[in-house]
């Protein structure tokens, strides 16, 4: 299995194959920054045996209908193990999938990536401002694990407007679910410590296209 480093790289130039090309007009740029034409990837690079599969990243993302991991980072079947869940939030659930695949598939590279106009955040930072009555407890439990990230910034809103706590929030939440991924697994812990798995997190755009890799705090 390949390094966290050169899967950091595979996933970067997907994405930019991903991304429409500045010279092409509008149409055509357009069609390909949503997916509609072909992958650029040789026939090889998409694994069509799935009998088994080796993916070289493992990827926690939003179940945003609009963010597709597969198509945002030009990999075919066998190349990505995806998880997806409202707001890219993490539970047990979540954690126990990313120890599968690193343990079984010896991936090293972890990237939990949320994007812009999440509804999940939205939805969060309206129940911190004006709580709704009768909440659906299973929707209430996304919120709950949402809130302790961005309460902070709810707290200091005057100076801000909507769009940049919007932005904020979505880092901010993408940035708690990494630490709870380091610190709440001891398998994950020893294979950063010792066999050099990496955890990090990105943020999707959904108005380019691009995805910006966060650094760490």
């Known amino acids: 299995?390949?390094?966290?480093?050169?899967?950091?790289?595979?996933?970067?130039?997907?994405?930019?194959?991903?991304?429409?090309?500045?010279?092409?007009?509008?149409?055509k740029s357009r069609s390909a920054w949503l997916g509609l034409t072909r992958s650029t990837q040789k026939p090889d690079d998409r694994n069509p045996?799935?009998?088994?599969?080796?993916?070289?990243?493992?990827?926690?993302g939003c179940s945003d209908a609009r963010v597709p991991l597969e198509i945002i980072f030009d990999q075919g079947l066998g190349n990505l193990f995806v998880i997806r869940v409202?707001?890219?939030?993490?539970?047990?659930?979540?954690?126990?999938?990313?120890e599968f695949a690193a343990t079984e598939f010896g991936t090293r590279l972890v990237v939990v990536m949320g994007h812009s106009h999440c509804g999940?955040?939205?939805?969060?930072?309206?129940?911190?401002?004006q709580p709704s009555e009768?909440?659906?407890?299973?929707?209430?439990?996304?919120?709950d694990r949402i809130s302790p990230a961005i309460e902070p910034l709810v707290a200091n809103t005057d100076s801000v407007?909507?769009?940049?706590?919007?932005?904020?929030?979505?880092?901010?939440?993408?940035?708690?679910?990494?630490?709870?991924?380091?610190a709440g697994s001891t398998i994950l812990k020893n294979l950063i410590q010792t066999d050099g798995l990496q955890i990090m997190g990105a943020e999707y755009s959904?108005?380019?296209?691009?995805?910006?890799f966060l650094k760490e705090d």
């Open 120 to 129: 999940a955040i939205a939805t969060t930072l309206k129940e911190l401002k």
């Open 86 to 98: 409202a707001g890219n939030i993490v539970g047990p659930s979540q954690i126990g999938s990313i």
């Open 206 to 212: 959904i108005e380019t296209g691009s995805v910006q």
């Open 161 to 182: 407007d909507q769009e940049t706590l919007m932005e904020e929030a979505v880092r901010a939440n993408v940035r708690a679910s990494v630490n709870q991924l380091q």
């Open 1 to 27: 299995m390949i390094s966290a480093t050169e899967a950091l790289d595979r996933l970067q130039k997907g994405n930019n194959r991903f991304l429409p090309d500045p010279k092409a007009d509008n149409a």
């Open 49 to 60: 045996n799935v009998s088994e599969q080796e993916p070289f990243a493992i990827l926690l």
């Open 134 to 143: 009768n909440r659906s407890p299973n929707l209430a439990s996304i919120v």
